[in-house]
């Protein structure tokens, strides 16, 4: 579980994009959702650390994962570990996203009764706990 303990239905887990977005001020995250996670507990998942370091590693992104883990805990984001509930709870998703990162996330985000925000419209399928920036 996370460090901060979090269990409000308006705390987030973020997806990777969203997280990065937030740390980095970028203006696809819009003033009110900026707002919105001001006020709420954000929850960085190992999995996105571990996606961030691969992204980098093949040159897709400039940040590092040490990076993302300085700069998150710098601003008071909660941090949460893979359990092995959470990898099983990926199988109790529908087949409806391949991206094994995304479906952890969302995994992981319904087991600890969290929402997970992200900006992939796609991921709206799964209904219930996910927000669409």
């Known amino acids: 579980m996370a460090t901060n303990n979090p269990s409000s239905q308006n ?4 997806d990777t994009c969203v997280l990065l977005w937030w ?3 970028d203006p696809r995250l819009s003033p009110d959702w900026e707002d919105r996670l001001g ?8 999995v996105s650390v571990w ?11 400039s940040v590092t994962a040490r990076q993302l883990i300085t700069t998150a805990a710098d601003a008071g984001f909660a941090f ?4 092995p509930d959470h990898a099983a709870a990926t199988a109790e998703l529908p087949p409806l996203h391949k991206d094994p990162f995304d479906r952890l996330l969302i995994a992981q985000a319904r087991w600890e009764g969290l929402r997970f925000l992200t900006a992939d419209r796609s991921l709206s399928a799964y209904g219930l706990g996910i927000d669409v920036l």
């Open 11 to 14: 705390d987030y887990v973020l």
């Open 23 to 25: 740390l980095s001020g």
């Open 39 to 46: 006020n709420a507990c954000c929850v960085v998942s190992a």
């Open 51 to 61: 996606e961030v370091a691969i992204k980098h590693q093949l040159g897709k992104l």
């Open 80 to 83: 949460m570990a893979i359990s």
